[in-house]
């Protein structure tokens, strides 16, 4: 069997028709699963990170959670995949290589003035300026289930506030506020 390790994710299982469309695709071989996490499919990232590693990692997870993701490794790059294809939310790391993120956010908004843009970096507090062509601020480390609350906040899902995102980790310390959009103060890098 050629697709005997092939497998297909299905966000609809209930319905009459996916349930014929799994069993057919059973029979020809592939696994068939079915994944709830596919909420966000067809949501597309671009994240752009100087660091390898970093970035295979992210995106693997984000690939994982049901996004389209494309990853750039310097400004250059980012800019130039976005001449070519649209995102519906950009992560941009602050420290790349040719240009701080805060300055790719702004080339970036005069290209695709629609997309949300988070900003990560190891700074917690960034001047206004840096800001003002961010649509969310965040520390790098935080817990991945953060990072996807805010990705899903920006992406006009449930809205974040500051008691859900406050509950749903424990890594946060005393000083840590989510009152201002672009700023996510104060996550304990792991």
Excluded: W
Aim: net charge negative; with cysteine; aromatic share 6%.
């Amino acid at each position: 069997m050629k697709n005997a390790f092939s497998t297909v994710l299905c966000a609809e299982y209930n319905s009459e028709e996916a349930i014929r469309l799994a069993a057919d695709l059973v029979k020809s071989g592939f696994l068939v699963r079915r994944e709830d996490k596919v909420k966000n499919a067809f949501s597309t990232v671009l994240y752009t990170e100087h660091d390898s590693q970093q970035r295979i990692r992210l995106a693997a997870d984000l690939k994982h959670c049901g996004f389209l993701v494309r990853t750039a490794e310097c400004a250059f790059d980012a800019l130039e995949l976005t001449t070519r294809e649209e995102f519906d939310v950009m992560i941009l790391d602050y420290d790349l290589p040719d240009m701080t993120g805060a300055q790719l956010a702004q080339e970036i908004r005069a290209l695709e003035p629609l997309t949300q843009i988070l900003l990560l970096s190891r700074r917690p507090h960034l001047p206004a300026g840096e800001l003002a062509y961010v649509d969310f601020h965040a520390v790098k480390g935080l817990p991945f289930d953060a990072l996807i609350e805010i990705i899903e906040s920006l992406l006009g899902s449930p809205t974040l506030s500051p008691e859900s995102a406050a509950s749903s980790r424990s890594s946060l310390d005393d000083d840590s506020i989510m009152g201002h959009p672009k700023q996510l103060l104060a996550v304990e890098s792991e």
